[in-house]
């Protein structure tokens, strides 16, 4: 599983970082920022959920 993140469309709310912190961060502005396009098995749950729980769409999953 990979995710991608527009940082155009991020609305900096922090559902992403709070859900699953590690994989995702927010930069000095807010905007989210991604360990890697690659998620590790054992955070693909958390990972899922933070990209449901994002207000804005800015996430998304890709198989």
């Known amino acids: ?3 991608v993140a527009d940082r155009d469309v991020c609305m900096s709310a922090g559902m ?10 927010q930069d000095d502005s807010g905007v ?3 360990a890697s396009e ?13 990209v449901g729980l994002c207000p804005s769409g800015a996430l998304q999953t890709l198989p």
């Open 32 to 34: 989210v920022l991604i």
């Open 38 to 50: 690659e998620v590790p098995d054992e955070m693909r749950a958390r990972v899922r959920l933070a």
């Open 16 to 25: 992403c970082v709070m859900t699953a912190d590690g994989f995702f961060d």
């Open 1 to 3: 599983m990979r995710v």
